[in-house]
């Protein structure tokens, strides 16, 4: 089913569809899941007190390590060997990818991936409550794009790398999120586990499938082995994430496969609430520099962007005012998407140059974030009030 749509298509929702080894029960199984070598080390770190106070978790399991822990040493020991399917230099062309389009990853990761991803209204939730889909989202997004753009390093998703180190600190984060939702009472549900294998394996899909295919819809020609090179580098952030086998991507289609199937199993698009839109709105105002004569231009943009990548029928709870696929602005887009990938399939020397050039913006990005990071520690729990609870039984 899945290859029979092209990757720039966003397929009905009547057509949507479990396909072997993405059916019904096999997903609600993985929602069932959590990441037991994960969570037994913040389980270990939990026992000396809040989670909360702690500001770097990774420290802390290298501190257990250091004192015998077996918990930790087990978890440390996960990241000891590259796993044999790993090919370092196949990722090349996926990170110079990453690099070459930052205006049209960045607006594809925002406004596609992360605000049209909000149809998981599950998912949405628990991240809302940790910050990204509220007033104080700025701090969480800065921590998701340092780790998404520090894998555009060579050396930075090979063990030791920065990148490396980010998808550790993330996957503590969420076995430490995990456990601080169900202890405070947060998440009540009967069977299902938060921020569970299947939500970790659509987050990985946001990042990947849904990404290639909003670029496409930017108007952005790929080879297919440069979609390879990025699924693959994907594949290797999903196993550092703790994410299983079975559910890492092979390839785009099977990437595809799985998420769609997991939209007819977890979208709900009705249900998203019109305020999903802040996020959009606050990042308007950060770019428009407040309530300038720019900000309901940009605002427009970007409500438009996420409204044309994710597709009408996944964002019908938000209330996005339809403007078109031909509004100007997405067709300025997919024009300028169709000459920069031109320039960047003309041959490897503006290739080379498009990523260098983006290169340079992210260190220069990177730098600026180091310089502004939390004091009291990154990639930590934190929660935002008002958010009393996570999914009821549904």
Request: glycine share 8%; proline share 5%.
């Amino acid at each position: 089913m899945s290859q029979q749509i092209p990757m720039h298509i966003i397929p009905r929702r009547d057509q949507l569809a479990y396909v072997d080894p993405y059916t019904e029960e096999r997903l609600s199984a993985w929602r069932r899941k959590g990441d037991p070598l994960s969570d037994a080390v913040i389980e270990q770190i939990a026992q000396k007190g809040s989670l909360q106070q702690v500001h770097n978790l990774l420290g802390e399991v290298e501190k257990l390590a250091a004192a015998g822990n077996p918990e930790a040493r087990a978890f440390l020991d996960f990241y000891r060997d590259v796993p044999a399917w790993v090919d370092f230099d196949s990722m090349r062309k996926g990170q110079e990818l990453l690099a070459a389009f930052p205006f049209q990853m960045g607006l594809s990761l925002f406004s596609g991936s992360l605000c049209g991803g909000a149809v998981f209204t599950k998912m949405a939730l628990i991240t809302s409550m940790t910050g990204m889909l509220s007033g104080d989202s700025t701090r969480r997004l800065t921590e998701t794009t340092k780790m998404v753009v520090s894998m555009a390093f060579p050396e930075a998703i090979r063990p030791g790398g920065s990148a490396y180190e980010l998808l550790i600190r993330v996957r503590l984060l969420h076995s430490a999120i995990r456990r601080s939702l169900v202890e405070s009472g947060r998440f009540k549900h009967p069977t299902e586990v938060p921020i569970n294998q299947h939500d970790l394996a659509i987050t990985l899909g946001l990042f990947g499938y849904l990404n290639i295919r909003s670029l496409g819809r930017l108007g952005v020609t790929l080879r297919d082995e440069d979609v390879e090179s990025y699924i693959h580098m994907w594949r290797y952030g999903g196993y550092l994430l703790g994410i299983e086998d079975e559910l890492l991507p092979d390839s785009i289609h099977d990437q595809q496969a799985f998420f769609l199937a997991s939209l007819k199993h977890q979208a709900q698009p009705e249900k998203l609430s019109p305020a999903t839109k802040l996020v959009l709105d606050n990042v308007a105002r950060t770019f428009s520099g407040g309530e300038t004569i720019v900000y309901p231009h940009v605002r427009q943009f970007l409500h438009q962007s996420c409204r044309y990548l994710s597709g009408n029928e996944y964002v019908t709870g938000m209330q996005i005012e339809d403007l078109g696929d031909n509004y100007w602005a997405l067709r300025l887009l997919r024009g300028v998407g169709r000459v920069q990938s031109a320039v960047y399939l003309a041959s490897p020397l503006a290739a080379s140059v498009l990523y260098r050039i983006g290169r340079a913006n992210y260190a220069e990005f990177l730098r600026r974030a180091d310089k502004n990071r939390d004091k009291k520690g990154e990639y930590r729990v934190r929660f935002v009030e008002g958010h009393a609870s996570a999914p009821s039984p549904a």
